[in-house]
């Protein structure tokens, strides 16, 4: 007898039988491989963020659905409108801070404040004389919400708010809201930075001065931008300026549509500095927003 029994052969050194082996090293893979499809599946919409194009912005900072990161604005508005006895001009010159929040590369939320100083020559019971009047007008400030659909439609929706800072005549008197809505088509047919792009507001006082005049009036903007050679561009209807009134009449008005011709024109002196100049017309003016309208605009984006 050489003292073996029939049981089965372990190898040397103690090691576990072949088939249990096996099954272990068989559930070891299966656990392994669970543990890289959950982690695969928590890291793939951050890859898939990573790997979408970043925010495309307008560096000129005039295209209301491509805001650039940082923008100062100095705008000077030259306007006359219908006075009680004559024409009452309107200069401001207007400070302006945008800032963009790239949430995604579809969303972004865009702030905006603005400080207008105004010197108007309102002719009134403190004002006899028609003396121009030094001061600030009404503040305001902004946020509005941006998605990008695909590379060609965009949509955005936002608010301002107005503070009545301004005195009278300065001023209106009245705390407002204005809310904001629109859509953006690029035109690529035309030219890369060419677009369409609509936006509707409405203009409406919520407080303040009971005797003041009451604001509520719609607004309207189709904005056509044709990109030019050269960093140049023309923009028919770059502003609001298309107005219904439902509030309080103005002087002089006797309807309520004010239809203007509103063309501007940009030019991208470098990557960060654009400068335009916009001029309106009436062609109808049951509710006379205003005779003439000139602004020079001055845009620094970083």
């Known amino acids: 007898m050489n003292g073996e029994t029939g049981g089965p052969k372990v ?125 600030i007008g009404d503040a305001d400030i902004q946020a509005a919400v941006i998605h990008d659909l695909d590379k060609r439609w965009a949509v955005g929706f936002g608010a301002r708010m107005f503070v009545p800072t301004g005195e009278d005549p300065l001023g209106s008197g009245k705390w407002r809201v204005m809310p904001i809505m629109g859509f953006r088509v690029a035109l690529p047919e035309i030219s890369s930075s060419s677009y369409f792009e609509p936006i509707f507001r409405y203009d409406v006082s919520v407080a303040g001065d009971p005797t003041r005049r009451n604001i509520s009036n719609l607004q309207f903007g189709p904005a056509l931008n044709i990109g030019l050679p050269d960093r140049w561009s023309v923009t028919f209807y770059p502003s609001q300026d298309i107005r219904f009134n439902f509030g309080d009449p103005i002087t002089g008005q006797t309807g309520r549509l004010f239809l203007p011709f509103d063309v501007r024109v940009g030019k991208k002196i470098d990557d960060h500095v654009a400068a335009s100049f916009e001029v309106g017309v009436p062609i109808i003016k049951d509710y006379p927003v205003y005779n003439f309208k000139g602004q020079f605009r001055l845009n620094v984006t970083w």
Request: proline residues 8%; neutral net charge; charged residues 15%.
């Open 11 to 135: 190898a040397s050194g103690g090691s576990e039988p072949a088939g249990r082996r096996t099954t272990v090293d068989l559930g070891r893979q299966q656990r392994l491989a669970s543990r890289a499809a959950i982690l695969a599946l928590l890291l793939w919409p951050v890859a898939a963020v990573a790997q979408s194009s970043p925010p495309i912005s307008d560096a000129s900072g005039l295209d209301f659905f491509r805001p650039p990161e940082n923008l100062f604005q100095l705008e000077y508005e030259y306007r006359t409108a219908p006075g009680s006895t004559r024409d009452v001009t309107t200069q401001t010159l207007n400070f302006r801070y945008d800032h963009a929040f790239y949430l995604t590369p579809t969303w972004t939320v865009v702030t905006r404040a603005d400080l207008p100083l105004l010197a108007r020559n309102t002719i009134n019971s403190g004002n006899p004389n028609g003396n121009y009047l030094y001061g």
